[in-house]
């Protein structure tokens, strides 16, 4: 049985706050028998404003957030999947960027955010992400794994199931898990997060993988949370809370619902295997293309 964790924190611009956080996870994951413990989008910081973030930025090799992920991934011989940002275009921008540090610690595969979250939402919140970060070149293709190929990608790109589909139909590692790890706000976590990630698990019956911000990071700034992991046929397997709708208010800065939570789930590649061989899906490239080239 291979077991994956889902961990849900609540960042805030203090790095050595958030690595507590992240270690305490490792732990409670440790303890339940986990080979790897999937972390949100931004993990190590989430800063008040765009100057602020690319401040903060720092290379992998000196942040002592990624530093201390690696020392624990190879002490309890577990897999990390987590959001950082990296130092982009001479100090300008930062990069969104997804790590998988292996069981021996080592980072051995990356993934920079493609699309990037520019909104104004009327009552809601303002934000320009493309004002800080630099959008990624690339798909990263999906890599295998203890659960099978794991293709990544972050947050706003779970609204563009093109890439989900680009993954799962790889030639060589179609995808069997997908990660969202995520920073979603409250009124379009509240619309748009589950029925997004639900149908992202079913059309392409992979396993979904969403690890969420939760609660206050800053003045600004609230996370709806709602971390879970989603079977190949669409069943919610696990699952965190998330902020009410109009909730927020009472959370002082750096507090979540309940401190520092992880769910697990058993990732069982015979049920992608039995959903795939039951219910075909054969696209019809040949009639509107190819998606991958
Ligand atoms: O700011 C950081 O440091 C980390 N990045 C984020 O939190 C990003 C960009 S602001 N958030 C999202 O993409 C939310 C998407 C979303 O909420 C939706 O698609 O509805």
């Not at 790095?15 to 949100?40: I, T």
């Not at 990069?95 to 998988?100: A, I, M, S, V």
């Amino acid at each position: 049985m291979v077991l994956a964790a889902v961990g849900q924190i609540c960042s805030t611009a203090s790095m050595s706050h958030n690595l507590q956080q992240c270690r305490l996870l490792v732990q409670k994951a440790v303890s339940m028998g986990v080979k790897a413990l999937f972390l949100p989008e931004a993990s190590d910081y989430i800063a008040s404003s765009g100057p602020e973030t690319i401040s903060l930025a720092k290379d992998v090799k000196e942040s002592e957030f990624v530093l201390g992920l690696q020392e624990e991934a190879q002490k309890a011989n577990l897999c990390i999947n987590v959001g950082v940002h990296e130092p982009a275009q001479g100090g300008q921008k930062v990069k969104n960027t997804l790590l998988w540090i292996d069981e021996k610690g080592e980072i051995a595969q990356r993934y920079q955010k493609l699309h990037l979250f520019d909104v104004e939402i009327e009552g809601g919140p303002v934000l320009k992400e493309s004002n800080s970060v630099e959008p990624g070149p690339s798909i990263l293709p999906p890599f295998p794994t203890v659960f099978g190929n794991v293709g990544l990608m972050i947050c706003f790109d779970l609204r563009f199931p093109t890439i989900s589909t680009a993954l799962r139909t790889h030639p060589h590692h179609p995808a069997h898990l997908l990660t969202y790890p995520s920073a979603f706000t409250l009124p379009t976590g509240h619309a748009h997060w589950t029925p997004l990630l639900r149908a992202r698990a079913i059309e392409t019956q992979t396993y979904v993988i969403a690890a969420a911000q939760v609660g206050r990071h800053n003045e600004k700034r609230v996370s709806y949370g709602k971390s879970m992991i989603i079977d190949p046929w669409g069943r919610v397997v696990a699952e965190l809370d998330g902020v009410d709708v109009d909730g927020g208010k009472e959370l002082r800065e750096g507090e979540g619902l309940r401190g520092p939570e992880i769910a697990v789930a058993e990732i069982d590649l015979g049920v992608v295997e039995r959903v795939r061989r039951e219910v075909p899906l054969r696209a019809r490239g040949d009639v509107y293309g190819e998606v991958w080239g």
